[in-house]
């Protein structure tokens, strides 16, 4: 017999992510469609005379360049390679074999893997209408729960939690259960009741948010995330994170990418634009549209018969349009659609009113 992974490792179920279009639209992973910023191409190409050198382990112009664009203390901020990553140093800071974590019922997958890779339970909560249940999750603390992951806007349903929710959520957490705001579309949001909850990370024991580039910098494939919060969090991550976690070329795209306010304004302006087309659209053609502060929307199909998600989204799929099946996420009729180019989504209207027409 070889050697044995522990048993908390072999229960993972390994996450998969979007597929890619083969021909087509990729409409499964809320990327950017109008791309990354030109201004990001350039320092890459660039950068690309340095690859010999270990990048900067501390990120700290990126820290630097963070902490002024946010008007924050740098030194409460630490980088990752994607938020992704800042939750698995979490897991391995907080977690062991036994403690809880608590998430929202169609909460972000990510968490409840992190939590699997240190043993620890996941305790899922019942959302009303789609949105995640403050007092569902106040009354789900024990003893063992160590940290609470709310994500706001949360992904897969496109719902918020208003900031006084927010409050109330973290006014009746005990002060050693650290609640973790992961606002990886903040930048999207355009309702006035909503805050990231950057000034709560900043002034609490047990509150950190968590931002990434992948989504309004359009810069996934770059990994590059990071997060802010109480100093003694902060240290935490900093001694179980790898000495040069976040590549060169992270570094400095993010730090061109935060400079680029015009490509943040454009996109976010291009979103609002055609989130309300399609989600009007979509609700047209009698689907429910879950309402979405975010670049992606919830469609909901019907149970049996016809016109099912697995009907849909094989009938997308053959004309050439990848959405992403929320089967893993406990919403098996419904089917999650990133905003995509114009294009993209005038495809997606049309033939989603084909498949509807016999109805
Ligand atoms: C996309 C997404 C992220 C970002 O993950 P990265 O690892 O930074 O790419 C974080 N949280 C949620 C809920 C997301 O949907």
Redesign the pocket.
């Given at each position: 017999m070889g050697p044995k992974p522990l048993p908390n490792v072999l229960e993972i179920k390994p996450y998969v992510p979007g597929l890619a279009a083969e021909k087509g639209y990729k409409l499964s992973s809320?990327e950017n469609p109008l791309g990354y910023s030109p201004a990001v191409r350039e320092v890459l190409a660039s950068g690309l005379d340095h690859m010999e050198t270990y990048p900067d382990g501390g990120s700290n112009l990126l820290r630097s360049a963070i902490a002024e664009r946010y008007g924050l203390s740098a030194d409460r901020i630490v980088c990752g390679a994607?938020?992704?990553?800042i939750f698995q140093l979490l897991a391995r800071a907080y977690l062991s074999a036994g403690d809880e974590i608590i998430q929202s019922e169609h909460g972000?997958l990510?968490y409840q893997l992190v939590a699997q890779q240190s043993g620890a339970k996941t305790v899922s909560v019942p959302d009303i209408d789609m949105t995640t249940d403050v007092d569902g999750i106040l009354a789900a603390v024990t003893e063992k729960t160590k940290i609470v992951f709310v994500?706001n806007p949360?992904?897969p349903t496109g719902t918020y939690l208003p900031f006084d929710e927010i409050k109330r959520l973290h006014a009746g957490l005990p002060e050693d259960v650290l609640l973790v705001l992961?606002a990886?579309?903040a930048e999207y949001v355009v309702k006035n009741d909503y805050a990231s909850g950057m000034e709560m990370a900043g002034s609490f024991e047990n509150v950190l948010m968590?931002r990434?580039?992948?989504?309004i910098h359009g810069l996934?494939a770059l990994?590059?995330?990071w997060a802010y919060g109480p100093a003694a969090v902060i240290d935490a991550i900093n001694r179980v994170r790898g000495p040069f976690n976040v590549s060169y070329l992270a570094q400095i795209a993010g730090i061109a990418a935060l400079k680029d306010e015009g490509f943040m304004d454009k996109s976010a302006e291009f979103n609002k634009r055609e989130l309300a087309r399609l989600s009007e659209a979509l609700s047209n053609l009698g689907l429910t549209v879950f309402p979405s502060v975010a670049n992606f929307i919830l469609v909901e199909f019907q149970s049996s018969g016809d016109y099912t998600a697995d009907k849909a989204y094989a009938f997308l799929r053959e004309n050439g349009l990848i959405v992403r099946d929320v089967k893993s996420y406990n919403l098996p009729d419904c089917l999650r659609i990133s905003i995509g180019v114009k294009e993209a989504n005038d495809q997606i209207i049309s033939v989603l009113s084909q498949f509807m027409a016999g109805r």
């Amino acid at each position: 017999m070889g050697p044995k992974p522990l048993p908390n490792v072999l229960e993972i179920k390994p996450y998969v992510p979007g597929l890619a279009a083969e021909k087509g639209y990729k409409l499964s992973s809320n990327e950017n469609p109008l791309g990354y910023s030109p201004a990001v191409r350039e320092v890459l190409a660039s950068g690309l005379d340095h690859m010999e050198t270990y990048p900067d382990g501390g990120s700290n112009l990126l820290r630097s360049a963070i902490a002024e664009r946010y008007g924050l203390s740098a030194d409460r901020i630490v980088c990752g390679a994607g938020s992704d990553e800042i939750f698995q140093l979490l897991a391995r800071a907080y977690l062991s074999a036994g403690d809880e974590i608590i998430q929202s019922e169609h909460g972000f997958l990510v968490y409840q893997l992190v939590a699997q890779q240190s043993g620890a339970k996941t305790v899922s909560v019942p959302d009303i209408d789609m949105t995640t249940d403050v007092d569902g999750i106040l009354a789900a603390v024990t003893e063992k729960t160590k940290i609470v992951f709310v994500a706001n806007p949360n992904n897969p349903t496109g719902t918020y939690l208003p900031f006084d929710e927010i409050k109330r959520l973290h006014a009746g957490l005990p002060e050693d259960v650290l609640l973790v705001l992961d606002a990886a579309y903040a930048e999207y949001v355009v309702k006035n009741d909503y805050a990231s909850g950057m000034e709560m990370a900043g002034s609490f024991e047990n509150v950190l948010m968590t931002r990434t580039f992948s989504k309004i910098h359009g810069l996934a494939a770059l990994r590059l995330g990071w997060a802010y919060g109480p100093a003694a969090v902060i240290d935490a991550i900093n001694r179980v994170r790898g000495p040069f976690n976040v590549s060169y070329l992270a570094q400095i795209a993010g730090i061109a990418a935060l400079k680029d306010e015009g490509f943040m304004d454009k996109s976010a302006e291009f979103n609002k634009r055609e989130l309300a087309r399609l989600s009007e659209a979509l609700s047209n053609l009698g689907l429910t549209v879950f309402p979405s502060v975010a670049n992606f929307i919830l469609v909901e199909f019907q149970s049996s018969g016809d016109y099912t998600a697995d009907k849909a989204y094989a009938f997308l799929r053959e004309n050439g349009l990848i959405v992403r099946d929320v089967k893993s996420y406990n919403l098996p009729d419904c089917l999650r659609i990133s905003i995509g180019v114009k294009e993209a989504n005038d495809q997606i209207i049309s033939v989603l009113s084909q498949f509807m027409a016999g109805r």
